[in-house]
């Protein structure tokens, strides 16, 4: 059940802060395809990054293939579940 998974752990609807290897840090949220926007940094789980990232604990380092084959890697500094709504 999803009670038994760890508040660090990346699900559906997580909101995950990536700290690059330069240093600089991007939030952004992992969502079902047709909820997926670039804009609002919302991932699609079935993009590279979004593969990377499900089921992946915060401080951990993960890496994907980028859409010109480069490997990039980030690591998770922090998990935020979603809210659930009432």
Excluded: C, F, H, N
């Excluded at 660090?8 to 952004?28: A, N, Y």
């Amino acid at each position: 059940s999803e009670a038994a998974m760890p508040a660090d752990v990346v699900r559906m609807g997580s909101t995950v802060t990536l700290q690059d290897p330069e240093g600089s840090s991007q939030t952004v949220t992992l969502v079902y395809p047709a909820e997926a926007d670039i804009a609002e940094k919302r991932i699609s789980v079935l993009t590279p990054l979004g593969t990377a990232l499900i089921g992946a604990r915060s401080g951990r380092t993960v890496s994907w293939r980028s859409r010109d084959s480069r490997v990039l890697w980030a690591t998770i500094d922090a998990v935020e579940q979603a809210r659930r709504m009432p």
